[in-house]
């Protein structure tokens, strides 16, 4: 699903080449629980937003779907996301003044697949979730883990074959964050494949494979 071939990037400061990722080489089959380990800086939401088809390398080469992807405009790349990857952040990013159902449904807008039901499928999504009795609520009415759990579901209701989530426990306390994680796995066993980024060495146990990043480059590589 996913092939990097001696990825770098390097952010420029005025002339000064300021490297983060300096060359890495991954291929991510699809059905696999990733975690991506690492200090704060080492590059791993540089490395999630390349994978992501957020933002470019600088050198090397991504296949994304058995397809070179370098080329692609930012249309391209948009139409790619909207089908294939379903994204969750750390802040979760939910729309104040929608409620929870309204969340859970902006992607619909932009979407070129052809969902079927989409306000049942996600209230089904939420209720599966345990906030069948939330879908009215503002994000502002919504627990943290609440919230992300919203954000987990608008990830999911375009049928994303992938699931990027970035610190997705990152604003949450460490029960909430093992539910949201429990949640993963559970949609892992389902078919989705996963990458998790994280820095909290705790939530390594939720992986299949861990991938650590230090300063731009992978140090470790393990599959339990
Ligand atoms: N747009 C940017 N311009 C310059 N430096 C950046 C930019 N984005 C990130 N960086 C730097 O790249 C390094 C890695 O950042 P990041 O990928 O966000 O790390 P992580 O997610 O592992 O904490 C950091 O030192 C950060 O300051
Ligand atoms: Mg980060």
Sequence with gaps: MIRLKGIKKSYFIGERELPILKGIDLTIESGELVIFMGVSGSGKTTLMNIIGLLDKQTEGEYFFMEKNVDGLDDENLAVLRNEYIGFVFQQFFL?????????????????????????????????????????????SQLSGGEQQRVAIARALINDPDLILADEPTGALDSKTGNEIMELFRMLNEEGKTIIVVTHDPKLAQFGKRLIRIEDGVISQDITS
Excluded at 100 to 106: C, D, G, H, T
Excluded at 109 to 130: C, D, M
């Design 95 to 139: 729309l104040p003044y929608l409620n929870a159902l309204e969340n859970v449904l902006i992607p619909i807008v932009y979407s070129k697949k052809n969902i079927k039901h989409p306000k049942e499928k996600a209230k089904q999504l939420l209720t599966r979730f345990g906030l069948a009795e939330r879908t009215h609520n503002k994000p």
